[in-house]
């Protein structure tokens, strides 16, 4: 079955600094790769996504995001964080080759110092 | 198009009352899934429908938790007798037919049971 493991559970950095957010997944063929974002009490915004081709793949707010497949992991980058970028991230895998049944970890929480 | 609409926002509800969700999707998609988010954790795959049929329920949605989609377009979640446990955030999300495209995902509704 697939999971997706986020081992950071709450990640802070100064604004301005550059923010790595590791996710690594496990599912025996390609996956169907997301990160979300989540403020708090609000819904699930998508960031960006794979599903083939290019394994560097650009989103929405300057996020980007490498998919490694040796490495199982799909790690979200941004070079220089904002205060607003402060929030719940999220990444998940598309189960059994479905984009949109989605398997989720269990977030990263990431605080901006001023 | 809004995308897709959840009401209400917030549901406050005593034990052992039922409650009712509405979900309603974006129009043109056809598959409709219920997720459910507790504090701290992402979201946990509930069920879905393609059109009007139910194709899966996860082994988390209890007897008490039944969902329906009439006619293919809005899908309702109702919990019976709700427990403490049951509070949470309930998430739906809709996607296009087609196996490779995301699901777009609701504000939630968050419902707290006292």
């Known amino acids: 079955a697939q999971s997706v493991t986020q081992p950071d559970i709450h990640i802070t950095v100064s604004e301005g600094a550059s923010l790595e957010l590791r996710c690594n997944y496990s599912?025996?063929?390609?996956?169907?790769l997301f990160w979300y974002v989540q403020s708090p009490g609000q819904g699930l915004q998508l960031l960006l996504k794979?599903?083939?081709?290019?394994?560097l793949v650009q989103g929405i707010k300057g996020f980007e995001a490498e998919f490694k497949r040796s490495q199982s992991s799909f790690n979200l980058r941004k070079p220089s964080v904002h205060w607003s970028d402060a929030a719940e991230y999220f990444c998940a895998v598309g189960a059994e080759s479905s984009a949109s049944k989605i398997i989720f970890g269990s977030g990263t929480r990431l605080s901006i110092r001023p | 198009d809004t995308g897709v609409s959840q009401d209400p926002r917030h549901k406050i509800t005593k034990r052992g009352q039922n409650v009712t969700f509405r979900c309603d999707p974006i129009s043109e998609h056809n598959r409709l899934y219920w997720y459910r988010q507790t504090l701290g954790q992402g979201p946990e795959f509930l069920t879905y429908?393609?059109?009007?049929?139910?194709?899966?329920k996860s082994r988390l949605l209890s007897d008490r938790f039944s969902a329906e989609r009439p006619k293919g377009s809005f899908s309702t979640l109702e919990i019976q007798r709700t427990e403490q446990g049951d509070s949470a955030m309930y998430l739906c999300?809709?996607?296009?037919?087609?196996?490779?495209?995301?699901?777009?995902f609701g504000q939630g509704t968050r419902l707290t049971v006292v």
């Open positions: 429908f393609q059109n009007e049929a139910q194709l899966e």
């Open positions: 794979y599903f083939s081709g290019d394994t």
């Open positions: 599912y025996g063929a390609t996956p169907y």
């Open positions: 999300a809709s996607s296009h037919r087609t196996e490779n495209t995301e699901a777009f």
